[in-house]
């Protein structure tokens, strides 16, 4: 079975920087397109940052500037660089990825999230 585990998150004040990572494993054949996704209460799971196989990257207005995503594709793994953290920037991060299994299955994956808090 394939999984998608997230680490990274934390509390940090505003103007402070933290890297997310997300790390697949399971029976892969390929990973496609990669992202991060993030949720606040009350609020919709929006996209953040978006990676294709090939290294082309899109991110959401709000995170422009100051949030790079990456990938190493030989560790299966997507990072997220978090730099001039802003106290609206507080959610649960998710990662994403359509995963190929060895089955030739294509499913969208899903990791559990984790924590990030901006504040003082």
């Known amino acids: 079975q394939v999984q998608l585990v997230e680490s990274g998150g934390g509390l940090v004040q505003p103007g402070g920087s933290l890297r997310l990572s997300c790390a697949a494993s399971?029976?892969?054949?390929?990973?496609?397109?990669m992202g991060w996704y993030r949720q606040s209460p009350g609020k919709q799971r929006d996209l953040v940052a978006h990676?294709?196989?090939?290294?082309?990257?899109t991110y959401a207005d709000s995170v422009k500037g100051r949030f790079t995503i990456s990938r190493d594709n030989a560790k299966n793994t997507v990072y997220l660089q978090m730099n001039s953290l802003r106290p609206e920037d507080t959610a649960v991060y998710y990662c994403?990825?359509?995963?190929?299994?060895?089955?030739?299955?294509?499913?969208?994956?899903w990791g559990r999230g984790t924590q990030v808090t901006v504040s003082s």
């Open positions: 994403n990825a359509y995963i190929t299994t060895a089955a030739m299955r294509t499913d969208a994956y």
């Open positions: 990676i294709t196989s090939g290294g082309s990257t």
């Open positions: 399971g029976s892969i054949f390929r990973i496609n397109g």
